[in-house]
């Protein structure tokens, strides 16, 4: 029903910066709670960042403090903003949303963020 599609993803330096987005289908964009979740080689999916319909996010502490998440509501878009970007931020990035009510649960295909030393 929910269709995402990530985008921003790069090869960078270590301290660089990148904005990922994610843009959503559907027609109640505005009742996800939209986040961000990375998975590196040989790890598990891990969340990176949250937003909630209301506003509220929630980080990874990985996260805190260098990454951003926003939401557009009005262009159903979700965006992570990745500054302060080290090695260790290395993943495949996915977006994920879920819906309210049953608490559907979707993905996106991912982008593939490098970080170099």
């Known amino acids: 029903q929910v269709q995402l599609v990530e985008s921003g993803g790069g090869s960078v330096q270590a301290g660089g910066s990148l904005r990922l987005s994610c843009a959503a289908s559907?027609?109640?964009?505005?009742?996800?709670?939209m986040g961000w979740y990375r998975q590196a080689p040989g790890k598990q999916r891990e969340l990176v960042a949250a937003i909630t319909s209301g506003g509220s996010t929630n980080y990874a502490i990985s996260a805190k403090g260098r990454f951003t998440i926003s939401r557009d509501n009005a262009k159903s878009t979700v965006y992570l903003q990745m500054n302060s970007l080290k090695p260790d931020d290395t993943a495949v990035y996915y977006c994920?949303?879920?819906?309210?009510?049953?608490?559907?649960?979707?993905w996106g295909k991912g982008t593939l963020v490098t970080v170099s030393s």
């Open positions: 559907g027609s109640r964009f505005s009742s996800n709670t």
């Open positions: 994920n949303a879920k819906t309210p009510g049953i608490l559907m649960t979707y």
